[in-house]
């Protein structure tokens, strides 16, 4: 089988002038060495695309794929994960990880949390601020969490991001509005264990592979999972594999946010304790990282005894798995009837 790979290549936007942050959830080159490597051992045939753009031009030209192996994260637009996907659904061809309604909903934190929310799973309560006259709005007791509404990879997040008083939550709603041009997410901070669960599958199909908590260090800033953090991970992060009651709650989360959502093939949904010690959803990531040593993902299944080349086989034998129906958008999210379940919540849109 012929498998293109979508994938937007950090150096090439470097090299155009953007910064380390503005990049950071693009691809190292090494991450995409390793896809075609595991593509080649499985017995596929990798042809290495590039980015959006280079597909459109890949496709002009006439060229198609059996399979598109899909890590594009695009960089402009608040559906930029979803861009090459619908190309690709306008082409007919068949690619792994979600559709585009999956992708463009999940970037943003704030409305996956509402959809969350109907499915009877704790969240924190939270506000998005769109605009500074909407600070004054946010009626959430402190300490709270401020960060992008739809940003990745910790981009925005420092040790401010916790703030406990209303001047702090001014000055951080405001850098996070003119820095990255967004409304500011808002929320009830969360002070307990942080865990990131990895899955594989799709629907009925999906499972969790493990659960991995993360545990700041003595060299990490603050106490938070920030961006600087997350670059520096070998240094200022330790990762291990829990499987305590913390863990299995998180676990059986995950999995129920990850099939409501129609997420597919593999990914990784966050999860953090609250000041009860009970599991919340933070975000679900369906377009996670896959450098084999770097990234939450391939942490986990090394840490669980799977190989890299048996996850990039497992991702793939769920989109070939897929029918040609399960393509449909409108087939994405599985809504259930809660009535009469979930808890009152926060949420307000200033």
């Given at each position: 089988m012929?498998?293109g790979?979508?994938?937007?290549l950090?150096?090439?936007?470097?090299?155009l002038?953007?910064?380390?942050?503005e990049?950071a959830?693009f691809?190292?080159?090494?991450?995409?060495?390793?896809?075609?490597?595991?593509?080649?051992e499985?017995g596929?045939?990798?042809?290495?695309?590039?980015?959006?753009r280079?597909l459109?031009?890949?496709l002009?030209r006439?060229?198609?794929?059996?399979?598109?192996?899909?890590?594009?994260?695009g960089?402009h637009?608040v559906?930029?994960?979803?861009?090459?996907?619908?190309?690709?659904?306008?082409?007919?061809?068949?690619?792994?990880?979600?559709?585009?309604?999956?992708?463009s909903?999940?970037l943003n934190?704030a409305?996956?949390?509402?959809?969350?929310?109907s499915?009877?799973?704790?969240t924190?309560?939270?506000?998005?601020v769109?605009?500074p006259a909407?600070?004054?709005?946010v009626?959430?007791p402190?300490?709270?969490?401020v960060k992008?509404?739809?940003?990745?990879?910790?981009?925005?997040?420092?040790?401010r991001s916790?703030?406990?008083?209303?001047?702090?939550?001014?000055?951080?709603?405001?850098?996070?509005?003119?820095?990255?041009?967004q409304p500011?997410?808002?929320?009830?901070?969360l002070?307990g264990?942080?865990?990131?669960?990895?899955?594989v599958?799709?629907?009925?199909?999906a499972?969790?592979?493990g659960v991995?908590?993360?545990?700041?260090?003595?060299?990490?800033?603050?106490?938070?999972?920030?961006?600087r953090?997350k670059?520096?991970?070998e240094?200022?992060?330790?990762?291990?594999?829990?499987?305590?009651?913390d863990?299995?709650a998180?676990a059986?989360?995950?999995?129920?946010?990850w099939?409501g959502?129609?997420?597919?093939?593999?990914?990784?949904?966050?999860?953090?304790?609250d000041?009860?010690?009970v599991a919340t959803?933070m975000e679900?990531?369906p377009l996670?990282?896959?450098?084999?040593?770097?990234s939450d993902?391939?942490i986990?299944?090394?840490?669980?005894g799977m190989?890299?080349?048996?996850?990039i086989?497992?991702?793939?034998?769920?989109?070939?798995?897929?029918?040609a129906?399960?393509?449909?958008?409108?087939?994405s999210l599985?809504?259930?009837?809660?009535r009469?379940r979930?808890?009152?919540?926060?949420?307000r849109y200033?």
């Amino acid at each position: 089988m012929t498998v293109g790979i979508t994938y937007d290549l950090r150096d090439d936007y470097l090299a155009l002038g953007y910064d380390e942050e503005e990049t950071a959830e693009f691809d190292r080159p090494a991450t995409v060495e390793a896809i075609a490597g595991a593509l080649t051992e499985i017995g596929h045939r990798p042809d290495r695309i590039g980015n959006g753009r280079q597909l459109v031009e890949r496709l002009a030209r006439g060229d198609t794929w059996d399979l598109v192996f899909n890590i594009a994260e695009g960089l402009h637009g608040v559906g930029r994960e979803a861009q090459v996907p619908a190309i690709l659904d306008l082409f007919g061809i068949p690619y792994t990880f979600s559709d585009p309604l999956v992708l463009s909903l999940t970037l943003n934190k704030a409305m996956t949390s509402q959809v969350v929310r109907s499915f009877g799973i704790h969240t924190a309560d939270f506000a998005v601020v769109a605009t500074p006259a909407g600070i004054e709005t946010v009626n959430i007791p402190f300490p709270l969490f401020v960060k992008p509404v739809r940003e990745g990879t910790g981009k925005g997040i420092s040790p401010r991001s916790i703030v406990r008083t209303p001047e702090e939550l001014a000055t951080q709603c405001r850098e996070i509005l003119s820095r990255f041009r967004q409304p500011a997410l808002v929320e009830q901070f969360l002070p307990g264990r942080e865990f990131t669960v990895g899955l594989v599958g799709t629907a009925d199909a999906a499972r969790v592979v493990g659960v991995l908590e993360i545990l700041l260090g003595p060299s990490a800033e603050g106490s938070v999972y920030s961006y600087r953090n997350k670059e520096e991970c070998e240094e200022r992060v330790t990762y291990r594999i829990a499987t305590d009651r913390d863990a299995e709650a998180a676990a059986e989360l995950a999995l129920r946010a990850w099939r409501g959502l129609g997420c597919r093939d593999a990914g990784r949904v966050d999860v953090r304790l609250d000041g009860a010690g009970v599991a919340t959803f933070m975000e679900v990531n369906p377009l996670a990282g896959l450098h084999p040593e770097h990234s939450d993902l391939p942490i986990i299944c090394t840490g669980v005894g799977m190989s890299y080349w048996e996850l990039i086989g497992e991702i793939i034998a769920s989109a070939t798995a897929r029918p040609a129906s399960a393509a449909d958008a409108s087939e994405s999210l599985r809504i259930p009837d809660n009535r009469g379940r979930g808890r009152p919540a926060e949420t307000r849109y200033s």
